[in-house]
């Protein structure tokens, strides 16, 4: 199993750009979530799913969209770039049973996003 | 939701036990106890999580207060690869079904 993978693993962007970061499982999750770690911080939700067709906002929404189409995929689109975006992303996924022995958010390697 | 409380940092030497508590008095009756941590550079990785029993994993225990107003993570030995940042957080059925909020967590520093 790959586990979560996320690309890319670097990115700078110029403020005002747009652009996709991708987040893949295969290990059939329902749930998926998307968070952001700047220095020194911990992690802040941005927008999670609990299944395909589901989504909803997390802590920090705002200049994000996501979307769900497959139970596999969970991309983080970045609207317009701006200079506060720039953080640590990452991608996790978990079963929705608690009482199931494999329970637990697995979470990608991160995506370094500077924006410059 | 629910908040927990844990201190900034802690120390321990290598091969002792550790114990990592965490403070969540207004947690509801449907909200679980969950462990991560991150060591340097990396993402998040699953430790542990319970309801109202204590727990035992391959990585560690978790104790939890017949109250359920706190808990403790219990590193059995700790070794250098335990050294990372701890966080302990709640997540329930209901509005925070699927969502996890991390708090600032607790740096534990291993000394050889």
């Known amino acids: 199993n790959a586990g979560v993978t996320q690309t890319p693993k670097f990115q700078v962007l110029k403020t005002g750009q747009s652009m996709t970061l991708q987040c893949a499982q295969d290990?059939?999750?329902?749930?998926m979530s998307w968070y952001r770690q700047d220095p020194g911080m911990g992690l802040r939700l941005i927008h999670y799913?609990?299944?395909?067709?589901?989504?909803d906002q997390g802590e920090v929404p705002n200049g994000y969209n996501v979307s769900r189409s497959t139970t596999e995929d969970f991309p983080l689109r970045l609207l317009s770039a701006a200079p506060s975006q720039t953080s640590v992303y990452f991608c996790a996924s978990s079963y929705s049973k608690k009482d199931s022995p494999n329970y637990g958010y697995t979470f990608g390697s991160g995506t370094r996003l500077t924006v410059v | 939701d629910a908040k927990t409380t844990q201190p900034n940092s802690m120390e321990s030497n290598e091969e002792e036990p550790v114990h990592l508590p965490c403070n969540h008095s207004t947690i509801s009756g449907t909200d679980y106890i969950h462990w991560y941590r991150q060591l340097p550079s990396q993402g998040p990785e699953y430790v542990i999580h319970?309801?109202?029993s204590n727990v035992n994993n391959r990585m560690a225990s978790l104790a939890i207060a017949e109250d359920r107003k706190s808990s403790t993570l219990i590193l059995h030995r700790a070794t250098l690869r335990d050294a990372a940042v701890y966080y302990c957080i709640l997540s329930g059925r209901g509005s925070t079904l699927g969502r996890l909020y991390f708090g600032r967590g607790t740096q534990l520093t291993v000394w050889p």
């Open positions: 319970g309801l109202t």
């Open positions: 290990m059939n999750h329902e749930y």
């Open positions: 799913s609990v299944g395909a067709g589901i989504t």
